[in-house]
């Protein structure tokens, strides 16, 4: 008999309520759950091919183990263990904790196991050498909130549902359906939008989707845009439109004034010259932003991985600049922590935001304190940048310290990160390399160990980074949709219990896995009892463990964080308060209300106040001055941008028939104009160089993109003998990321510029 088993789609951060039709292990069908009290139904098609990926014969069902002729073969768990055992044991013994490194990929944060179990196994592995994705994403954004309001995780949030006014400024939201915004349906909403007589200004170099269904698109220069949002806070101060409404009573002394001096350079006719955005333009949006009753500017990928280059030079990132000056933007304007502005969402399983004192803390750490060993770079909230990985591991320092061993965990870096093709060839100087992923990639064919992460359906999902990020306070659990296959074809493990046996592995095996998830127990509920701010403050730590038996694993944690949590039950303090058993009564979620204003007791910087204005970001609106007083225009080469597509996953989901194949290739964008100075006509190939790589692939003509702009998605190049499988070969695409250099790291954040990429273009 068939049954019925609702789940929250993991695979972006809408977090969709999915409706699947299950017989047995077999997935019959995966529609929308329209009960779902967040995504009511909605679902794209990735969601939908859900069930692919879980019957997807290529996916990894078993641990693999490299042999000396290079080819991975299967093996058993133990077999695996002892493998890892032996390669990682010499490596620390002889080389120190620091030359294990271990990079974390994006579904990380879209897997309740690894956000619970991860942080335990850095400890145990005791090494600063910590490398994710956050750097070549969304860390200039956590950077700039952590500034001024205190924590890495202080993101406000588009109220799409309530403003009148969205200026978004290098985000696709209508195809990466939101990115630190977590919002179901984006259409729906954008079109609500407009329907209550709303306006949508999109800048972007590409007329993207999200671009053509706006009211108003405007096309910049490529790594422009905190200097034209810059020139819009130069704006509303110079028509003294200024006005922080109440978030006023917070701004730090004499911030206002700060800001009014540091936009002073960035005039709209200067800003106007660098990023091609007319100056009468920039005017228009300040005036309309501060005109209209509520409003947000939101940036993203495009504004904090994009870069400049400056005479000739490797692009200069203003990834952290970008998303101050929006940040500063919704403060000028009123529209920080008001319905219809940016809100911050009050998580059910709590936060650094509701952990500590309310309304101060110890605000974060930039630069931070450790230093990468080959180019000096400085950790940014307990991680180096991702584009010194290939450095770390393939330059040995004078006493030959370097990293000799690697764990990846749902992560691609060889295809996702700055120069891929030295990467790839770092990766094969490694002792010990263990990745933890569903397939065998570009980065996990290198690993001397692959253990396999278990389909999607089979484990258990609660969204806490998203529960975070989201446009309603919403809390879903999601069950395991089907069991842990384990036959003739299949040794599936939770991901869960393969991070903590991980950890245990590095702790020399000294304690058991069911140890070790009672020490990481305890330490969730002592953190909770010692945080004033929670619902358990002053509490027994061990009384709270024994009141979630029979619980284990993350189920356990879980409850501990929503019980303690800004909603919980408190373990009796507040009886009628949310647990886990609630949400497991409720498959289609539980709807915990509007955003709120949460001024001053979100704030978590030492003066209680926000830091607008704090010494690092004014160092940096200097960096941007000088740039603009030496920078002219256009200097007539092309860059290169990304995109994203619907049916397409950063590297992963290539594999997925569904997916395959119509829209989603791999192919670069050029302008009319650009394809005829370039001798390029549609469907021929073109290779595209820069001092960094060179990748052959075909071209598509369009004007969606501006002139001297081209286009072309990353997380392709699938080419590798063995990886994926025939569908993902059939259509492999060009990894983009072998012309990224390594060089442009935005001094803040440590993350890489991955767009406006200078590259020359010839036909093929
Ligand atoms: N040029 C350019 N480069 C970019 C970007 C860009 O816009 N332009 N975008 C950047 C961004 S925003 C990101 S987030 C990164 C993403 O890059 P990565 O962090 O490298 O992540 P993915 O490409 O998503 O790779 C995910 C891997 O995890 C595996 N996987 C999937 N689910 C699980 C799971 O539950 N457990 C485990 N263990 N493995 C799993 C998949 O098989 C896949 O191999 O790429 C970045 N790189
Ligand atoms: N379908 C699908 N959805 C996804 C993903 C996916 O791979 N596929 N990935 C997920 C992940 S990990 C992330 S981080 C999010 C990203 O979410 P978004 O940021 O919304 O997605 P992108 O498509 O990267 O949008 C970046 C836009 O910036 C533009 N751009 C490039 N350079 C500049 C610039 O200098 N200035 C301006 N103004 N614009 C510029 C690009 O043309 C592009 O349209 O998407 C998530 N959702
Ligand atoms: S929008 Fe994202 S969460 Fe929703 S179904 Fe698609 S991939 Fe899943
Ligand atoms: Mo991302």
């Known amino acids: 008999m068939p049954r019925t088993a609702f789940r929250t789609c993991p695979l972006c951060e809408a977090t969709c309520g999915l409706r699947l039709t299950i017989e047995g292990d077999t997935v019959i069908s995966v529609r929308g759950d329209d009960d779902d009290v967040f995504s009511r139904g909605f679902v794209c098609p ?49 080389h120190g904790n620091d030359a294990v490194g271990i990079y974390l990929g994006n579904p990380n944060v879209h897997n309740v196991s690894s956000s619970l179990y991860g942080p335990a196994l850095v400890k145990a592995l005791g090494t600063r050498s910590v490398f994710s994705a956050s750097t070549v994403d969304q860390m200039p954004q956590q950077v700039a909130v952590g500034l001024l309001y205190g924590t890495g995780l202080s993101v406000t949030v588009p109220d799409i549902d309530r403003t009148e006014y969205a200026l978004i400024l290098g985000a696709n939201p209508l195809v990466s359906n939101g990115s630190m915004w977590t919002a179901p349906d984006m259409p729906r909403r954008l079109r609500a939008l407009k329907a209550r007589g709303g306006r949508l200004v999109v800048v972007d170099p590409v007329r993207t989707r999200t671009a053509e269904a706006a009211d108003e698109h405007i096309a910049i220069r490529p790594g422009t845009d905190g200097f034209l949002v810059a020139a819009i806070v130069h704006v509303l101060f110079a028509e003294s439109l200024a006005d922080p409404g109440p978030a006023g009573e917070w701004l730090a002394d004499g911030a206002v004034d700060d800001l009014e001096q540091a936009a002073r350079p ?88 509701t952990s500590g004192t309310s309304g101060t803390g110890r605000g974060i750490r930039i630069p931070g304190g450790h230093r990468s060993r080959v180019r000096d770079l400085p950790s940014v909230l307990g991680e180096l940048p991702a584009a010194a990985l290939a450095e770390e591991i393939d330059t040995p320092g004078t006493d030959g310290t370097r990293i000799r061993a690697l764990i990846t965990i749902a992560g691609n870096p060889v295809v996702s990160t700055p120069d ?90 000294a304690m058991s896995v069911d140890d070790l998830d009672e020490f990481v127990a305890l330490d969730v509920a002592t953190r909770a009892c010692r945080s004033e701010a929670s619902r358990v403050h002053g509490r027994e730590p061990a009384e709270l463990v024994d009141a979630t038996a029979p619980r284990r694993r993350q ?112 192919t670069l964008w050029i302008h009319p104009d650009d394809a005829t100075a370039h001798d390029l006509a549609d469907g021929t190939d073109a290779v595209l ?76």
């Open 420 to 509: 891929g093709g030295r990467l790839a060839a770092a990766l094969g100087m490694l002792d010990a390399m263990v990745s933890i992923d569903a397939y065998v990639t570009e980065t996990s064919r290198h690993a001397h160990v692959i253990l396999p992460a278990p389909s999607p359906l089979a484990r258990a999902h609660f969204d806490l980074a998203f529960s975070a990020l989201s446009v309603q306070n919403v809390a879903h659990w999601s069950p395991p949709s089907v069991g842990l296959r384990s036959d003739e074809a299949s040794d599936e493990q939770d991901e869960g219990d393969i991070l903590l046996r991980l950890a245990c592995v590095a702790l020399g095996d």
């Open 689 to 764: 160089s820069n001092g960094t790589g060179e990748v052959r692939v075909a071209v598509e003509v369009t004007d969606a993109v501006a002139p001297g702009v081209v286009c072309l998605p990353h997380g392709w190049g699938h080419s590798g003998a063995g990886t994926w499988g025939a569908v993902a070969a059939a259509a492999p695409g060009v990894n983009s990321n072998l012309l990224t250099p390594s060089t442009g790291i935005d001094a803040l954040s440590g993350t890489a510029v991955l767009n406006g990429i200078p590259v020359t273009v010839r036909a093929a």
């Open 266 to 353: 960035f005039t709209p006719e200067a800003v106007a010259q660098l990023s091609g955005v007319p100056a009468d333009t920039i005017v228009r949006l300040a005036r309309e932003l501060a005109a209209a009753p509520t409003a947000f500017v939101y940036g993203r990928m495009g504004t904090s991985t994009a870069g400049l280059a400056v005479d000739g030079q490797s692009p200069q990132s203003f990834g952290t600049a970008a998303s101050w000056w929006i940040a500063v933007a919704n403060l000028l304007t009123g529209n920080v922590d008001r319905p219809g502005g940016v809100m911050w969402p009050l998580p059910a399983a709590g936060g650094p935001t």
């Open 46 to 94: 990735k969601g939908v091919a859900i069930g692919e990926l879980h019957h997807d014969p290529d996916r990894i069902r078993y641990p693999l183990i490299r042999g000396a002729d290079g080819l991975h073969r299967r093996a058993s768990w133990d077999e695996a263990w002892a493998e890892i055992a032996r390669l990682l044991g010499p490596v620390r013994a002889d």
């Open 555 to 666: 189920e356990r944690l879980l409850d501990l964080l929503i019980r303690s949590g800004p909603y919980g039950d408190g373990f009796g303090s507040h009886p009628g308060g949310l647990t886990l058993a609630d949400l497991e009564a409720a498959p289609h979620g539980i709807d915990l209300g509007p955003l709120q204003p949460r001024l001053p007791e979100v704030l978590r910087t030492p003066s209680g106040r926000i830091e607008a204005a704090a010494p690092q970001l004014l160092d940096e609106a200097a960096r941007m001055a000088a740039v603009l007083a030496q920078a002219a225009g256009h200097g007539g080469g092309l860059v290169l941008v990304g995109r994203r597509g619907l049916r397409s996953n950063n590297s992963w989901m290539h594999n997925i028939p569904l997916l395959a194949g119509g829209s989603n290739r791999c």
